[in-house]
């Protein structure tokens, strides 16, 4: 079994050794450029090999999205806002859409969440105001991590949350440690699996997910960084390849990030220079996609003018 | 019954026309350069006179605050630490003590709250931790205004985790308005009566007392706003005054303010250019007297050593 | 000769008593929703008079940028980058235009001009790389106020830079005061005579005008504030309206006004709960429009794709 | 010669082989817990060994600082003022004393310089002033960098400024790359050598020394950043020693790090995840020992009453 450290699916699969493991199916496509790779785990063996639990994650990867392309921005935000809507359950009887922005302001690699909730277009309180015209969805949204840090935990805040607002649906934005550093800033995935503990840059200690909230979680989440360890274990590998050495046993690799973990370098992140503006980057693209999501009758022009 | 605007019960009280209310006493006396004022309401005729509930207003003024005296800071939180464990319940049974920063981040006068709620010394995550040496008492925070804005009330995710939570006590503050545009900065107000809709910068709309939410409230503020009207008034009396011109009549003043608050003007604020500066600071102030208030059993340098 | 306390020239000039004075030409148009109205101050006893400069005043008024319309917004950029690019001289030799953002960045109503700044799309230090294909203006920008609270003064700071860049033209934005608070938020005024001493939120201390620094200087402001001392003035005699009185002696509200300057309320402002989000819409529109008049070859999409 | 990516003299000698290099003497001694290392490069053979000028470098190390220890703190920006002060020179004439931080505000790691500007006491614009009564030296600060993304290379800033000021010393402060990720947020170097082109973790592309500007240069900077070229080939070099290898050859590991430079991963940077807290701690400690330095006649509690 490989030791990963890497919240994305698709990663995990790509690190296994086959291309075929049974309980698990994987597709790839493209659309407006934008590269889509879904991953099916179905059986609990292989969501053990792969360390991730059972359910559907979608991946889109976009490497123009780095160079602030505009119409790449464009492509990734409608196609996030297709899938989101494809995994929503309906939501009749006006209970609200809750939005969790996981992980801490303060930390920029682990703020992706609190940038997503700030651009959320938020509507619950509004609903019955007589100058609302178009037909809205109810959406509720909270940065939880803000509060992690004052003495109550990200998921007992959102657990407190759930029973008084009875929401349809969570949606959960978090920063994600990636394999490959050229994932950072350009790769989004979309699950509805939830909130595992151990995942995330900030290294949730308890789950969200159906199973303990009681509400169907979608999440979605970017990758801000690489552990170090992970990155040293790629560099030996990759090193190993330009000198043209047979390729390093699979074993040692594993070993060599297993002792880097334990010493102190193992838990120091490895990530662009830019990471401030990357994250505030992304935090746009994601809450345009969310945004459309959940407001399927507005035009983009109208959710920008009713956003603070 | 005069109209006023403050959310101090000592300007409700100077409102009035006689040194006298029955239902009402008043005392005066200094400590440390602070001057303090207590206003005890013990009927409902003259709470409704006053128009604040029944209950204790103790204030601190201290104008040398505003020219940031090291000495005058440290003298008004410590008696603020004094004062605010005075109304503190026994907290036997290891429930904690929520302190809530009501108002908003982003609008500069209504922010007071949330700077407390960051340099309040959260300890309820903490306190099984094994390099905890000191006696301590569980206190956690939140500032749900930043929440406000995103779709839940502030009283509402108030109420969920005092649910959730089972806090011994509530600590509110609060951003305030005054009567007088010189106590902006430099009175702080302290009361076991909670808050109240309507009041504070922010306008609440829901109250946060004991009775609505059974744990008891003590609630801290500080003016840094005078409404528009409020100042118009004052400036129309200040100007006959100075003109030796017989005192306008307090119904035609009424008038006046009514007026004013209808129109735009009237929901103007009236704040100092450097009130940005001025919040920080009262943020600090309160959040110590807070924090040693809570934590009797550790040093100042304790304190600071432990805030991240 | 009335006392006024306004950066506005075309109130300076509502504030006369008459609606004529030699040497002051006044026009009004309007635009796509945009009142205009220009000032032309031709002789020394009007600038005398009105207490402002010889010179051109064009003020662009709004009211339903208070509202953020979109199409309210994208016709005052658009109008703004059109009367910009008629103020501007030719810099046919490479020589850069120099954006100075006045103001404090730390006093939320001072803090107009960093913001521009901050959205100003600047070239001078890439206009050789290989990577640019455009036909683009040489443009550099500077938030000197941020330096101003360091021990230097913002105008000392900008003459070094003149003197070392040669701009051909300086574009300076700052916050303003105005007489009526309705203006603040949705007024912007466009002037060929530069800053001077006095003026502005910030009162600065020195000017900055061809005459003082030998380039040309353009200035753009809007009203954010309205001082505490003007506002009781126009209270006074908007309530004196309001009970029929007769109007009220001009000598005896300039009496009024200049009593209260020198006591502590006068330097109050008097400003909207919400000026942090004002201030921060202003900076977009008006950063548009100069990066619109500085940039005619490019289009929106390429200037924001420019942007960091 | 080895391949070194470390702005830190100390570390530069390390690398080295043997001990002992004709040109560099070394001397280490310890001061209440704070490790002290002075590297004097006092020949150019030497110089172009260590790839670093001729000059004096001494380096604080204090991991205690990591834990927030207060009296690793005190004894730090003690000994720092201390040497600052032993580095300046006499300024006699009113002259002031520049203090210049580096580095961009936005990019976390690289936010060390403006962070002290922003702590440090400057007092040239009120020198003058009446109700100054202490013995003062005259002090001003820029962070320049906040304006080198706006179209001004920092270091033309600062000449301009220099001509203009006509400062007796210029102090700088910038964040720099160590090749020990154990030495972030720990170690201050301070130099008498200036900024060289290609140093620091903004990687300068013009020098700011006594030979470009005419006026003496010290320089104070902290890793932040260890770059991920350079942590590959210590974790090879690690793993090596782990496995209990021969020690890997210097060139094939100098080989490694070329190659890992020109890939993408190269420039990634490798920082904790706690660098924003980092970076503000180390801010005040810095700025401490320079306020100290800078103001010998003023006690700590004085220079806070007077910053802003």
Redesign the interface.
Not at 122 to 125: I, Q
Not at 267 to 277: K, L, N
């Given at each position: 079994m490989p030791y990963t450290r890497t919240d994305l699916a698709m990663e995990a699969f790509e690190n296994t050794d086959s291309g075929a493991i049974p309980g698990v199916s994987v597709s790839h496509w493209e659309a407006d450029g934008v590269q889509i790779t879904e991953v099916l785990i179905t059986d609990n063996e292989a969501a053990l090999q792969l360390d991730k639990p059972k359910g559907s994650y979608l991946t889109l990867e976009c490497p123009r999205l780095i160079e602030?392309?505009?119409d790449a921005r464009l492509a990734v935000s409608s196609l996030l806002a297709e899938e989101i809507g494809r995994l929503l359950p309906e939501c009749g009887d006006g209970a609200?859409v809750l939005v969790v922005g996981l992980g801490n302001r303060?930390?920029?690699?682990?703020s992706l969440g609190p940038g997503v909730?700030d651009r959320?277009l938020?509507?619950?309180?509004i609903l019955g105001a007589s100058y609302i015209q178009r037909q809205m969805n109810?959406?509720?949204?909270?940065?939880p991590g803000?509060?992690g840090?004052?003495?109550?935990?990200s998921m007992?805040?959102v657990?407190?949350?759930v029973?008084?607002?009875r929401p349809c649906a969570i949606l959960c934005v978090d920063s994600l440690a990636a394999r490959d550093?050229?994932r950072i800033g350009c790769t989004i995935q979309l699950t509805d699996t939830g909130i595992q503990p151990g995942a995330g840059?900030g290294n949730h200690r308890k789950p969200l997910t159906e199973a303990s909230v009681g509400t169907p979680v979608i999440s979605v989440g970017m990758p801000t960084?690489?552990y170090?360890a992970t990155?040293?274990r790629d560099?030996?590998a990759?090193?190993s390849a330009?000198n043209g050495d047979a390729e390093p046993h699979e074993d040692a690799l594993n070993d060599?990030e297993r002792?880097?973990l334990s010493?102190?370098?193992g838990?120091?992140?490895?990530?662009?220079?830019?990471?401030?503006?990357i994250v505030q980057d992304a935090a746009g693209i994601i809450a345009s996609g969310i945004n459309r999501a959940l407001q399927p009758a507005l035009s983009d022009?109208e959710i920008?003018?009713m956003m603070?």
């Open positions: 602030r392309d505009p609200p303060s930390i920029t690699p682990d909730v959320t938020t509507t619950r309180h109810s959406v509720c949204a909270i940065a803000v509060l840090v004052t003495g109550i935990e007992e805040l657990e407190a949350l029973k008084s607002l550093s050229r840059v960084v690489v170090a990155l040293a560099a030996f990759w090193l330009q060599m002792t880097l010493a102190d370098i838990e120091m992140i490895v990530t662009p220079r830019e990471i401030d503006a022009a920008a003018a603070d």
